[in-house]
């Protein structure tokens, strides 16, 4: 009898791999399933409740986005990343970020900054606690809205998977390293800025704030 996996909910077979997709995505970013970890297709068929096709399918798709590795002649298996990889993914997000945040400042659009203003509340909340996984989640949440804004589904793909990479390195970091205290602070700020800043001073805040948390999560890995 195969062993079922825990941390995944059987699906019913009516639904389509997208449900499943979104199920192993999770479980990668969050470290149930660790780095250089096999993905077995009869195991996770057998622990959804459903056939091989669509597992196949979510697999694949996973595969294209970058989080699993499929190894000629082994299997498929997570994708083990590295401090190079944490300097090209803050690279990449380097880019999509700065022109989401240039379209905000131009659009000023309150829509997207009140959602901001809430999220910044909610990190301070969450950094009081100092779960890293927390924190790190709601940081996140913030950047995510940040490109979100600039209303373009491709830079909202594109993103996820920079974010889903990241939580993928930060995955075997220790839990109880400290965030700094003025994390929720230079988030605040950022948001001054896209109100009433300029541009140019908006921008070097990104690249500062981007390369604070590059040095903060390079120098524990």
């Known amino acids: 009898m195969t062993q079922v996996i825990e941390g995944l909910v059987p699906i019913a077979s009516r ?11 999770e479980r990668i970013v969050d470290g149930t399933f660790r780095p250089g970890s096999q993905m077995g297709e009869a195991q996770l068929a057998a622990t959804f409740g459903i056939s091989r096709g669509p597992v196949r399918e979510a697999l694949q798709r996973l595969i294209q986005e970058g989080l699993l590795l499929n190894v ?22 380097r880019l999509i970020e700065h022109k989401a945040a240039s379209l905000l400042w131009k659009s000023k659009d309150e829509r997207y900054l009140t959602r901001l203003d809430a999220l910044v509340d909610e990190l301070a909340e969450v950094s009081s606690s100092q779960s890293l996984s927390d924190v790190v989640a709601q940081d996140l949440a913030f950047h995510e809205m940040l490109v979100e804004s600039a209303e373009s589904p491709r830079l909202s793909r594109m993103f996820a998977t920079l974010v889903a990479e990241t939580r ?35 921008l070097a805040a990104v690249d500062s704030h981007l390369d604070a948390a590059l040095s903060y999560f390079t120098d524990r890995v």
Do not use: Y
Request: glycine fraction near 8%; include cysteine.
């Open 15 to 25: 639904t389509t791999s997208s449900l499943v997709i979104d199920q192993l995505r």
């Open 168 to 202: 993928i390195c930060l995955s075997g970091m220790a839990e109880a390293a400290p965030m700094e205290a003025s994390l929720a602070q230079e988030h605040h700020k950022l948001i001054g800025l896209l109100r009433a800043g300029s541009e140019r001073r908006l």
């Open 72 to 93: 000629k002649n082994r299997g498929v298996f997570v994708v083990e990343l590295g401090p190079g990889d944490m300097v090209d993914v803050f690279l990449t997000r």
